[in-house]
């Protein structure tokens, strides 16, 4: 596992290929995502439950960063031969369930492993230079809405775009690991 990225650092580089035909072009790159204003990475898969149940409210920060000029993408890196609920086929399958954003595949987990990433879901909140303002979860409870007592990750969006300093730049992702291969 290489270094975490944390606040602070740049964001590494990539380009890979986007599941998601209703969004984005076949290919899709970070700086593609960050646009002018910056975007949100998020990594995520099919199958965590901690996803499943977060997924309407994926769509909400979504849009919300969509609404504030932020990019938005979606990067399943779980081994898909350990977990085929993960597989490409089943990347497509999820998109077309009105998916509104890229939803890229890291088949190697080099983009991963270059961010550190531990969770899904877990959130890089980017600047438009490319570096990491945010880092963690969603809220303090993904998989049940109802018990959310913060809102983490629409805060730092609100701190972004308003040009305030992020109040809490980094939080601990709740959710499953990166289902890494051997």
């Known amino acids: 596992m290489a270094e975490s990225i944390e606040p602070g650092n740049h964001a ?3 380009k ?3 599941a998601n035909e209703g969004s984005g072009e ?7 995502v960050l646009g002018d204003s910056g975007g949100v990475v998020m990594f995520t898969c099919n199958h965590c439950p901690y996803v499943v149940g977060s997924e309407g409210r994926i769509e909400e920060i979504a ?3 969509r609404n504030n000029g932020l990019g ?3 990067i399943n890196s779980n081994d898909p031969v ?3 609920a993960d597989s490409w086929e089943n990347m497509v399958k999820r998109s077309q369930r009105g998916m509104t954003y890229p ?3 890291d088949e190697d987990q080099t983009v991963a492993t270059s961010y550190g990433a531990e969770r899904t879901p877990e959130f890089y909140l980017v600047s438009s230079a490319g570096v990491v303002v945010y880092r963690g979860r969603m809220d303090d409870s993904p998989r049940d809405p109802s018990h959310a007592t913060t809102n983490d990750l629409s805060e730092a969006i609100d701190d972004y775009v308003s040009g305030r300093e992020i109040s809490n730049p980094r939080t601990e992702s709740i959710g499953c690991s990166v289902k890494w291969k051997d």
Request: aromatic share 16%; hydrophobic share 30%; net charge neutral.
């Open 63 to 65: 849009e919300k960063a």
């Open 26 to 32: 076949s290919h899709v790159s970070l700086s593609e």
């Open 82 to 84: 350990k977990y085929e």
């Open 72 to 74: 938005f993408v979606g």
């Open 103 to 105: 939803y890229l595949h």
């Open 16 to 18: 890979l290929p986007n």
């Open 12 to 14: 590494p580089k990539f």
